[in-house]
């Protein structure tokens, strides 16, 4: 069994990053601007979008965080929208959801400029995804593509059942590997709430793409010998042991699935670090996407 250290990988590609932007600000005198929308006050979103700010940082990025409260209406949300649309400085943006019960979050996603959505959820870069077309791709499904591709691993062919049809992740995901390319091409199955046989359906798989949402639901009887899982979950559980009140766990209980897998992904450290690095190549993509239209 490898452990597919997203940690490490994403290291390595900030590097990459930072090389190129480097370069943009000493042939352009331009540096690459993403900027995130924060509504409310929701613990698990304030962490990544730090850990977004953080990494723009390290890339060598500008970074902007608007803060909005909780009670925003959506007319004052859809304003600021359209001002990051309009603003010449930054290259993509991002609305970081979940968004207050109040806010109709398609419309949200909708008014986003299509060029500027380095999160990959409009609909435009949706269906340019779905034909194979140069798009953004959602930074999830992007960084498991890539952790894939740079470990070599073989999906040609290969049965992928996907666990969980979010638009962040199982939906794309599933898109993503039954598309003619590499990593791709695979047979995929699409699993949610209302399927049956949800086990067998996961026995039958080469790939497992656990995107439920669920803490240590895929357990070893339900993955086939030599499998490669990859853990999206990342949900939060009280732990009085930790300084920050809570521990961390993937949707698959990581020590038996661990012992039957070829390679497997761990929480944290594992697909969490390549979303955040993809979104930083999607915004690298669009400061140079922007420098092509100009
Ligand atoms: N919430 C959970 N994942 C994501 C993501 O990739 N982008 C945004 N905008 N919100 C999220």
Do not use: W
């Not at 299509?114 to 140069?134: E, T």
């Not at 952790?147 to 040609?156: A, C, G, S």
């Not at 357990?219 to 010998?225: H, L, N, P, Q, S």
């Not at 992904?265 to 669009?286: D, E, F, Y």
Request: glycine residues 8%; charged residues 25%; hydrophobic residues 40%.
């Amino acid at each position: 069994m490898q452990v597919l250290d997203g940690k490490l990988l994403s290291l390595t590609i900030k590097q990459e990053i930072a090389q190129k932007v480097n370069e943009i600000k000493l042939n352009d005198g331009k540096t690459p601007h993403l900027a995130a929308i924060l509504v409310g006050n929701d613990g698990a979103s304030e962490t990544y979008v730090a850990s977004k700010v953080k990494s723009c940082q390290e890339v060598g990025f500008k970074s902007t965080l608007v803060r909005l409260g909780a009670d925003v209406t959506e007319q004052e949300l859809l304003a600021q929208i359209n001002m990051l649309n309009n603003d010449d400085d930054i290259d993509g943006f991002i609305v970081q959801l979940p968004l207050p019960r109040h806010i109709d979050e398609q419309k949200i996603v909708q008014a986003i400029s299509p060029d500027k959505d380095v999160d990959g959820f409009h609909p435009v870069n949706v269906g340019k995804m779905v034909q194979n077309l140069p798009s953004f791709l959602p930074a999830t499904p992007f960084g498991i593509l890539t952790l894939l591709k740079r470990n070599h691993i073989d999906t040609n062919g290969k049965h992928c059942v996907v666990i969980g049809r979010s638009n962040i992740v199982g939906m794309p995901m599933s898109i993503l590997m039954a598309r003619k390319d590499n990593p791709g091409n695979c047979t995929v199955t699409l699993c949610h709430s209302a399927t049956v046989n949800l086990k067998e359906e996961i026995l039958r798989a080469d790939i497992i793409i656990a995107a439920l949402g669920k803490p240590e639901f895929v357990t070893a009887d339900m993955v086939k010998e030599g499998a490669v899982v990859i853990d999206v979950g990342i949900t939060r559980i009280k732990d009085e042991s930790k300084k920050s009140g809570f521990s961390l766990k993937g949707d698959v209980k990581y020590d038996e699935v661990a012992k039957k897998a070829s390679f497997i992904t761990p929480v944290p450290g594992g697909v969490g670090p390549m979303t955040v690095v993809s979104l930083m190549l999607n915004t690298l993509k669009a400061a140079e996407n922007k420098k092509i239209v100009q």
